[in-house]
């Protein structure tokens, strides 16, 4: 059974610094696409981030140059955020991502809050 759960959510003030992190366990290996989506109140859920196997990353235009995205080898994936902005306040949700033999394999946390005020 995948789990993955996220962690480090928080209220903090505009120009302030979270550090989320995803805790993955189960049958997820290195070669997954690992990314960080989020879903602002009335919003569909959007992409923030992915880092694939080989440590290549993408990122949203809302979030270049303020946040990063990483992952290590106990399979653990972060998002640092910097610069918080209002707009960034939202759910947020690790995701794994693979394709094996033609089938998707596709998990989601259950989310973190992360709020921005003043």
């Known amino acids: 059974q995948v789990q993955l759960v996220e962690s480090g959510g928080g209220l903090v003030q505009p120009g302030g610094s979270l550090r989320l992190s995803c805790a993955a366990s189960?049958?997820?290996?290195?070669?997954?696409?690992m990314g960080w989506y989020r879903q602002a109140p009335g919003k569909q859920r959007e992409l923030v981030a992915t880092?694939?196997?080989?440590?290549?990353t993408n990122y949203a235009d809302s979030v270049q140059g303020r946040f990063t995205i990483s992952r290590d080898n106990a399979k653990n994936v972060y998002l640092q955020m910097n610069s918080l902005k209002f707009e960034d306040t939202a759910v947020y949700y690790c995701?794994?991502?693979?394709?094996?033999?033609?089938?998707?394999?596709?998990?989601w946390g259950q989310g973190t809050q992360v709020t921005v005020s003043s």
């Open positions: 880092i694939r196997s080989s440590g290549t």
């Open positions: 189960g049958s997820i290996f290195r070669f997954y696409t």
């Open positions: 995701n794994a991502n693979a394709v094996i033999y033609g089938h998707e394999y596709d998990y």
